[in-house]
């Protein structure tokens, strides 16, 4: 059974990206027309993290979009101006009117109008997009910027600005592409790094987001948030020395963060330090004895030293502060069959995976208590649920394979057997090769 980080209920702190000294928004033209692009502002970046495998991450953020400079506005009016044929419609200069009046709405209407009279005017669904986003209707933002790259997939803004839309509605994965488009095109444009990093953070691709929140937050060493989002995704991506270095800098300037505590304990026990990761957690439980997950980081702390009744006390004033925290019943259920009570087990069992059907610990220890119970069918069921959350565990397949056997199933067993054998083959191959290869960061002990 791993002995690594489960992922934690508690969301992580909210944040928020403050703009990095760098320009966040420009205007740029294209064929003699301006083109507004949008400004982050101070966005609010906040969100939940789930259980099981680390679940999904659903984030939300929202922030300020606004324009610069309005001194060519004049120009661009001129440069704008249709026929007299639209004369009684809509047309560039009311809108552009309508949005020095922050009228948003009314402006977007008057855009819409420009573009189903030239519907290859790039530059028009440009400004529509804009308007809209101004609206929060990021959606229908989006689709319009798409619009208007089809036209003219040049139109400098256009592809962050799509970005920042698709980032506003949590479309993270979808995000990505236009944001390293506008990256490529600008590459010191840390706007577009910055949200990114977070694209990539918020899609779970972890060691993407390390790559680009780096080097912003070099460039801004004092922004706690930026700091702590930047520690998270090293320490997802199980670069522990990074988390470690990242979250410390955070206690520096926030010495009573619950938070950081918290996630420096887990960084420490992944760098095998499970002590001083101990240590942290309970420098944490100081601050904030309430805190969701404290009891339970020192719950499964203990747990992985062995103290089975100080990890039953913190579990349980664990569950005593917060009832259906599913990690803190599996891990209850755990330490009681590890102290031959499955009848006390069995109970904590089924709750937690009522509360969350992704906790690989409880499965395999229900699979173990039916199997006792000789209620075979349901012991398969639940050991075949543990193999699906981690194949690569042998000892799912190891009590997998005496149920088959205390089954009559033979053939079935023999293949469960085979395939521990093989992990086994394979774990010593890999620890005899250890020694010959250079020393690289502990990963998290196995049991």
């Not at 995000?175 to 506008?182: D, F």
């Not at 600008?186 to 706007?191: I, L, V």
């Not at 579990?315 to 019943?329: F, G, I, N, R, V």
């Amino acid at each position: 059974m791993t002995r690594s980080w489960p992922c934690l209920e508690t969301p992580p702190p909210t944040a928020e990206v403050r703009p990095i000294n760098a320009p966040l928004a420009f205007q740029a033209r294209k064929r003699g027309v301006l083109v507004f692009t949008q400004n982050i502002g101070a966005a609010h970046f906040h969100g939940r993290r789930q259980q099981g495998n680390c679940g999904m991450f659903v984030r939300q953020v929202i922030g300020h979009l606004s324009m610069r400079s309005r001194k060519l506005v004049s120009a661009a009016v001129a440069l704008l101006m249709l026929g007299s044929a639209f004369a009684q419609t809509a047309n560039p200069q009311d809108a552009i009117a309508l949005q020095q009046q922050g009228k948003w709405a009314e402006a977007a209407r008057a855009w819409q109008s420009v573009v189903e009279r030239d519907p290859q005017d790039a530059v028009a669904f440009a400004s529509l997009g804009f308007a809209l986003s101004k609206e929060q209707k990021y959606q229908e933002a989006a689709s319009a910027y798409r619009k208007a790259l089809t036209l003219d997939p040049e139109l400098p803004g256009l592809q962050l600005n799509l970005g920042l839309a698709e980032f506003k509605q949590g479309r993270f994965e979808t995000a990505i592409a236009p944001l390293a488009a506008a990256l490529t095109a600008e590459p010191q444009n840390t706007q577009a790094q910055v949200l990114l990093g977070f694209s990539y953070y918020g899609a779970k691709r972890f060691g993407e987001a390390v790559k680009h929140l780096e080097p912003a937050a070099k460039l801004d060493p004092s922004n706690t948030e930026l700091q702590q989002t930047l520690a998270q995704s090293c320490f997802w991506a199980k670069n522990y020395s990074c988390a470690l270095e990242a979250f410390r800098k955070i206690l520096r300037h926030s010495p009573d963060s619950v938070a950081a505590h918290m996630l420096t304990g887990q960084a420490l026990d992944g760098l095998g330090r499970t002590p001083e990761a101990l240590a942290e957690f309970q420098e944490a439980a100081k601050v904030a004895p309430s805190e969701p997950n404290v009891h339970f980081g020192l719950g499964f702390l203990y747990w992985k030293l062995t103290q089975y009744e100080d990890a039953r006390r913190e579990l349980e004033t664990e569950l005593a502060l917060h009832p259906d925290h599913a990690q803190a019943l599996a891990y209850l259920g755990d330490i009681a069959l590890k102290l031959s009570k499955p009848a006390e087990a069995l109970p904590l069992l089924e709750k937690a995976i009522a509360l969350n059907n992704d906790l690989r610990v409880a499965f395999v220890d229900l699979g173990i208590v039916l199997t006792e119970r000789k209620r075979y069918p349901e012991a398969v069921k639940a050991l075949l649920r543990a193999v699906e959350l981690d194949p690569g565990e042998s000892d799912a397949h190891y009590q997998l394979a005496r149920v088959y056997r205390a089954m009559g199933k033979t053939e079935a067993a023999r293949k469960e057997f085979d395939k521990v054998r093989e992990m086994k083959d394979k774990a010593d191959e890999l620890a005899r090769e250890m020694p010959k290869a250079k020393p690289s960061p502990p990963s998290p002990k196995n049991e």
